[in-house]
């Protein structure tokens, strides 16, 4: 029994072990790295400020992950970060970003900024300077880096229902910058947007995201499992 979709894992639960030794659910996870998460209210899902690891990743798709693959290979001795900050832009990261990012030093780095661009109506080029200025800061300082580029995503739901259509083509060019960069700095791009556009098919809007832009915790689940599909994908 070889479960490919992530979720899945979770249901045959009772084989989990012997699954994972018969095939390696992700082999970009090595011996003894560190696996950041940067970005927004998204990521950062109340998490702890503190170093209770209770509550230290905070909730939502960074915990599931972090909490499956924590559990799945403790012998590799992996180590999950969060640094998301709600309301947080792409200039907000540049700001902190030695504090919270490079001093750090992760292995794997994964970024999901742009909602609060658009939501700020800041100018696309700027979003895109700010953006590619991270990077290129991050692979000075850590060469070896390998980053995991999360595009911003939205649903018809809330205060941007009556006006969508625009607010979604606003949105996808934030998502049209991180595909940009992605190619340029060969990364992944996990694209949460037809993640959850493949899910309204099966439920309602408002049943992943309850504003437009919070994922419930079923959203949640969502970006965990295209998270894990994309970087899985990638880096194999």
Known sequence: ???????????VSGFLTITIRA?????????GNRILFQGDSITDGNRGRGADPNHILGHGYQFIISSFFGAAYPE????????????????????????DTLNLKPDILSILVGINDNSGNVPIDEYEKTY?????????????VRFVLCEPFTLPVGNHKDNYGPWLES????G????????????????????FDDACKRAPADYWIWDGIHPTYSGHQIMADEWVKTVRAFYN
């Not at 095939?23 to 011996?31: E, G, H, R, V």
């Open 171 to 174: 949105v996808k060019k934030r």
């Open 1 to 11: 029994m070889k479960p490919t979709h992530f979720a899945l894992a979770f249901i």
């Open 176 to 195: 049209g910058v991180v595909e940009k960069l992605a190619k340029k700095y060969k990364a992944p791009v996990v694209h949460f947007q037809k993640a």
């Open 76 to 99: 590799r001795k992996l180590e999950f970060m969060n640094r998301g900050i709600s309301g947080n832009k792409a200039s907000d990261l540049a700001g902190r970003w030695q504090n």
């Open 132 to 144: 590619e200025k991270l990077l290129t800061d991050t692979l000075v300082a850590l060469p070896k």
């Open 23 to 31: 095939a390696d659910l992700m082999p970009a996870f090595k011996q």
